[in-house]
């Protein structure tokens, strides 16, 4: 069953600005990650933030959790071509199995040079 | 540098057949886990292995079944392949326990088309 919800489903931007890519959750959870993939291929993992946790930052990267609204962001500052793939946020559900991470259906990022 | 491979990246298949995909990690997790994804579907799990020769039911167990005979081996198996199994398949692990934060090192994927 898909819980998070990215939005936008798909951003353009132009080389050097920032992107910003949100996803919300129905249910209480333990921690939320997101991940990176490219074309046609595996995921990577980028970033985790716990429930306890309101902000997170990894290089260009910066995510944010807000859990009275169940929702995160994640921020690309001054992004690159490099940047160009999709992006999906996964939660672990509070008292579930962290193993059975819930997954968004993704938003694609486009870097224009 | 750790990894996940995956055998084969692509694979054409005819209904029927029995298909076999194989993934190895090299980093000592006790977790793997088959996904498969699928366009406006997003990710969905099929199974998951916490143990060797442990496993579990995902979201989707259905017409697949798994082997984890080693640590470092978790092989999908789809013993009659379908036309709506054609799909980009991912294996992954992770260390830590049902408790623990889960973060997935994934393999490259294999792209299965049954015809």
């Known amino acids: 069953s898909q819980q998070g919800e990215e939005d936008p489903q798909a951003l353009s931007i132009q080389e050097g600005e920032n992107a910003t890519m949100n996803c919300s959750y129905k249910?209480?959870?333990?921690?939320l990650q997101w991940y990176r993939q490219n074309s046609g291929r595996g995921l990577v993992h980028l970033i985790l933030i716990r429930s306890n946790e309101r902000e997170k930052h990894s290089g260009r990267l910066r995510v944010t959790l807000d859990t009275s609204k169940k929702s995160s962001s994640l921020l690309i500052t001054a992004s690159r071509a490099a940047d160009t793939a999709s992006y999906f946020c996964?939660?672990?559900?509070?008292?579930?199995?962290?193993?059975?991470?819930?997954w968004g259906l993704g938003t694609s990022l486009a870097v224009n040079p | 540098d750790v990894k996940v491979t995956q055998s084969s990246r692509y694979l054409v298949k005819r209904t029927g057949e029995k298909v076999f995909l194989e993934c190895v990690q090299d980093?000592?997790?006790?977790?793997m886990f088959w996904y498969r994804q699928d366009p406006g579907l997003g990710l969905r799990l099929i199974y998951f292995s916490y143990d060797v020769k442990m496993k579990e039911k995902g979201d989707i167990p259905e017409g697949y079944s798994v082997s984890r005979e080693k640590k470092e081996r978790f092989s999908l198996i789809l013993e009659s392949a379908s036309t709506n199994q054609t799909s980009m398949y991912l294996c992954a692990s992770a260390s830590g326990g049902s408790s623990g934060a889960n973060v997935l090192t994934f393999g490259a994927g294999s792209r299965l088309t049954v015809l």
């Open positions: 249910t209480s959870i333990n921690n």
């Open positions: 980093m000592d997790h006790e977790n």
């Open positions: 996964a939660t672990a559900t509070l008292g579930g199995n962290n193993r059975k991470l819930i």
